[in-house]
């Protein structure tokens, strides 16, 4: 797609891709952003169309209601596509069997709905390239960034959920984002994302001392404190990451009995963090960095 047919990139916008109950998306608008919410769930749509309606009404939010799908699928219009509602634990909902399966092997439990399937690429030509893009919809985040790739302008600042399964999927992951152009990368600890404090001389729109309600995805772009690295360096760092995942994750030998989940609990308040939660990479692109 050449740069006469390609979107407005827009400032002033955020995407926030698995809305949710709108914990990140307050965020956005109370900064002054502009919000473009992605969400699957009918019951968290209705939610977060009542929690915003303000917003809505002033066209600073608009909700795209349904769930992502690869292009390959064909046309998506007046199409359906399945969706795992999960029953005990909303953030897991997911169209991907996979996750849905797995999720279920934790002790969770899912009903499928019938949701309306969205073509990401149309919704970029449609709304415009963001300033940042926050993208977590259970094992299907690299969809978002494969629409990218049609596109000569790019989000300055992009966040997705780390694969915490398959390394191989991780790295593919940060290829991915390497092929559209984000050569700094930071790995964010997010159980622990409710104790984040938004700097006082905010980079990212107007600071408001917000508190981050848990599961929100908690600060972005300029405003993140820790250091960007290079790919090599972030690799370096989820090697150790999923050791932990190894030891101490969902699936890991002490999560399964009682007497192990409490032997953790121990460590985390030894460590006074959390072990080993789940992290989100955030990937700035090579234009932002002026």
């Known amino acids: 797609m050449n740069s006469q ?15 949710h109950e709108g914990e990140d998306a307050d965020y956005y608008l109370k900064k002054g952003f502009r919000v473009i919410g992605f969400e699957a769930d009918p019951d968290l749509i209705e939610y977060c169309k009542s929690r915003f309606l303000e917003a809505i009404e ?26 795992y509602k999960n029953l005990e634990n909303s953030v897991w909902g997911t169209m991907n069997d996979t996750w849905a399966h797995k999720n279920e092997k934790l002790g969770t439990h899912y009903r499928i709905v019938e949701v309306n399937a969205v073509d990401f ?38 966040s997705i959920e780390s694969d915490k399964v398959i390394f191989e999927g991780l790295r593919e992951e940060l290829n991915l984002l390497a092929r559209l152009g984000y050569d700094k990368l930071q790995a964010v600890q997010q159980k622990s994302v409710n104790y984040q404090v938004e700097p006082t001389s905010s980079g990212e729109g107007v600071y408001v001392g917000y508190a981050f309600e848990p599961g929100s995805s908690g600060l972005f772009g300029k405003d993140l404190p820790g ?4 790919e ?7 090697q150790t990451i999923f050791i932990l995942y190894r030891l101490f994750g969902d699936n890991s030998l002490l999560n399964r009995s009682s007497i192990g989940r409490r032997f953790m609990r121990a460590i985390e308040r030894a460590l006074r963090r ?7 990479t955030h990937a700035r692109h090579s234009s932002a960095a002026s």
């Open 227 to 230: 250091r960007w690295k290079t």
């Open 274 to 280: 959390p072990l080993p939660g789940w992290y989100d």
């Open 232 to 238: 090599g360096e972030i690799l370096r760092q989820y």
């Open 5 to 19: 047919t390609s979107p407005e990139a827009h400032k002033d916008l955020v995407y926030d891709i698995g809305m």
């Open 58 to 83: 002033r066209g600073r939010l608009i909700i795209v209601e349904g769930a992502i799908v690869e292009q390959q699928f064909g046309e998506t219009a007046g199409r359906t596509v399945r969706f």
């Open 121 to 158: 690429t149309e919704c970029l030509k449609k709304y415009g390239i963001p300033y940042y893009m926050k993208i977590d919809i259970e094992g299907s985040d690299t969809i978002c960034l494969r629409s990218l790739l049609g596109f000569e302008r790019k989000p300055s600042y992009i």
